[in-house]
């Protein structure tokens, strides 16, 4: 894992060198050098987040694996929560469903999770729509 260090992260535009005594040339430099360092930093958190999200699948299976929802280390806890999502396999009974029960409230250029949650529990399930289970993992720092 590969970790950051502030200090290697400096400005060439502040570095003793003012605005006013740099050349335009001096700028262009000092530009393609911030440029460099920032695409480098990128690069660095691109690889920090895979690493991140690795770390996160497998917390999410041990976590699956133990029958847990919550666990804590040290430094902080994380806890799993599963919601449904509708995923439309039928427009055409989706939208007849939405007419005839005025529920045009569901849909927002998808279906509203937490409008069609409601509308199932209050009715039923609606004709064309599967449902599939979106895990999440919380963290909370100690």
Not at 44 to 66: C, G, H, V
Not at 93 to 107: E, F, G, P, Q, T
Request: glycine content about 6%; aromatic content about 6%; hydrophobic content about 35%.
């Amino acid at each position: 894992m590969y970790i950051v260090n502030n200090d290697n992260i400096g400005s060439a535009y502040n570095n003793g060198v003012g605005e006013n005594t740099m050349t335009l040339g001096d700028k262009i430099d000092a530009y393609a050098d911030q440029r460099q360092r920032i695409t480098k930093s990128e690069q660095i958190l691109n690889k920090l987040k895979k690493e991140e999200q690795a770390l996160k699948a497998s917390l999410l299976t041990d976590l699956e694996a133990l029958g847990l929802d919550k666990a804590s280390g040290k430094k902080a806890t994380v806890s799993v929560k599963k919601e449904e999502i509708p995923k439309v396999t039928d427009w055409d009974k989706v939208n007849a469903y939405m007419k005839a029960n005025d529920a045009h409230y569901l849909l927002a250029r998808s279906l509203v999770p937490l409008h069609w949650r409601a509308e199932v529990a209050d009715k039923g399930p609606i004709e064309g729509i599967s449902i599939f289970s979106k895990t999440k993992m919380n963290y909370r720092k100690i």
